[in-house]
């Protein structure tokens, strides 16, 4: 999976499809990391609408994607994530992170 990067003043957006495992993670996380590290950008975004399956590697993706922006300033957020992706979310702790949306409004935790 190639992850389609865009940029819109200072959000890099990050379009996720398919299925992330271990090796799909990898390549994401690779792409995202350098696109993050030679742009700066304030927000990253990862939109999650077209993946159909994550597994613990997703989760990882995640975190390290919000320690790299709280690295460097900038702040994540996780958008468009489908239902049953967003159970597993939750379930790993995410929410308490406060960085998943649905609808434009941030969760302040479980639904």
Do not use: C, W
């Amino acid at each position: 999976m190639n992850p389609k990067i865009s940029f819109d003043e200072n959000i890099m957006t990050v379009k996720l499809s398919g299925e992330i495992d271990h090796h799909a993670a990898k390549v994401i996380r690779e792409t995202t990391d350098a696109m993050i590290q030679q742009r700066r950008p304030a927000v990253l975004r990862l939109d999650f609408s077209e993946v159909s399956f994550m597994d613990s590697s997703g989760i990882g993706l995640i975190m390290g994607r919000y320690r790299m922006m709280s690295l460097y300033g900038g702040s994540l957020k996780v958008v468009n994530v489908p239902e049953g992706l967003e159970k597993i979310m939750f379930l790993s702790g995410l929410g308490a992170l406060n960085v998943i949306e649905k609808g434009g409004e941030q969760y302040e935790g479980q639904k």
